[in-house]
Each structure stands twice: as C-alpha cells, then as structure tokens.
C-alpha cells in the first residue's frame, strides 16, 4: 500500500546548530503534509502543516519544504535548543481520502 | 486547558476481556480518530469520525469498534482483547477532516 517513510531514524545535533529532518511519501496523490513532534509519553504534538499547492511554508523557527517531484517532504529547525528532542513524525493524506499516513518516525537528539 | 482528555491513562487487561477507552474533547471539532502506536512505528488509524452520527473504518479496524453520540465523545471499544492489542492508543480531533489533528496523551494497554 502507499507509505510515508523516513531516511534518518536518529538524527543528532549541537545546539544552536540547525535540523534538517527528512521525508519521503509514495503517494502521488498526496495533497496535505504535516509534520508532528512527540515527547516521552505524551501525544503528538502539532507543528507545520503544507499544501500541494505551496513548496515552503515557514513558522516560528520552523520551516516545511515540499518537493513533489521527487514526493520529498522537509522540515527544517532553526537554531535548535534541548526542548526540541523528540520524535518527528511526517504524515500525508489527500483530502478526499481524509486519512493521515504517518511515517514511522525519526528521533532529534540535541547535544548540549 | 481544552484539548482531548483520555481514558485510563494506562490498563493492564485480561486476554478475553472487554474494554473501552475514553475519549473527550471539549474543542467542539467535527471530525475525531483513534489510532494505535506500536513499538517503532508510526500511528495506524483504526476508526474515524467526521461528524457526530458517524464512523468508519481505518487501516486496522479489526477487534475494535467505535461509537459517536455525540461531538465531544468517541470511545474505543474492545470486545474481546488479544495480546496483540498491546499498545499505546492515541484519540485525535480535527476541526474538519482537511485541518491540522490534535492529540490526546494516549492510553497504554497491555494485554496479558
């Protein structure tokens, strides 16, 4: 079935530094992406969210980058600080699905 | 705060028995999700709702059945529990089925 994965499982950085934490979804017919954030024990937290129709869409200290040529989805934290570390998830619908596929995760660790 | 309030936070179940989760939102949302978290996995979605008076079926429905009588409330039922029912169960809630979905802290259910 179609799928949203991520190239990273762990992704390390000093803080200060900025994160790069990757995507990709397989379903062409994707229309919506979001990013989320989840501490220990805790739910998903929301963080950005893009369109198809848009390739950048910024928020505070964040920002989403699409590419659908390539069906690439990117979020990008400026200057990260501790309170970031978590597990990013990336997941996909399109609208007339209205279903989110989630990736199954990649873990930001951010080194004092 | 307003948000989505779930119910138990943790349970520890006979294999057989029967069980509901509860899910309350006091965002008057629409549209309202149970989905399960396994181990090094994303979340998979089990059943929806997108208006009060309606459910449908997820990517992993079976055992499971959902109930909205009302908007505020979704519980997730078990009718009759299995070990591999073990997991973290997270409730969502969207204003509508193409916004952003936000999240309970999750119930985690061992089955034994």
């Known amino acids: 079935g179609e799928s949203v994965g991520l190239h990273l499982p762990t992704l390390s950085v000093q803080e200060g530094d900025n994160s790069i934490i990757n995507c990709a979804y397989s379903?062409?017919?994707?229309?919506?992406f979001i990013w989320y954030k989840q501490e220990s024990g805790k739910g998903p937290q929301f963080i950005i969210d893009?369109?198809?129709?848009?390739d950048k869409r910024q928020g505070q200290r964040v920002t989403v980058l699409l590419n659908k040529t390539v069906k690439h989805l990117s979020l990008q934290i400026a200057a990260t600080q501790p309170g970031d570390s978590a597990v990013y998830f990336c997941a996909e619908s399109d609208l007339g699905r209205r279903a989110l596929t989630f990736g199954s995760g990649t873990r930001l660790q951010v080194q004092p | 705060t307003a948000g989505i309030t779930q119910a138990p936070t943790s349970q520890i179940l006979a294999a057989g028995r029967s069980m509901t989760l509860r899910c309350t939102q006091d965002?008057?949302?629409?549209?309202m999700y149970w989905y399960r978290q396994d181990l090094g996995l994303g979340l998979r979605l089990i059943h929806y709702s997108n208006t009060a008076g309606t459910t449908g079926k997820g990517e992993v429905p079976d055992g499971y059945s959902v109930s909205r009588a009302n908007t505020d409330d979704f519980p997730l039922t078990l009718a009759s529990a299995v070990p591999s029912q073990t997991s973290v169960y997270f409730c969502a809630s969207s204003k509508e089925t193409d916004q952003p979905q936000h999240f309970g802290d999750g119930t985690r259910l061992s089955i034994l």
């Open positions: 379903n062409s017919a994707s229309d919506y």
């Open positions: 893009i369109r198809s129709n848009m």
């Open positions: 965002m008057r949302h629409n549209a």
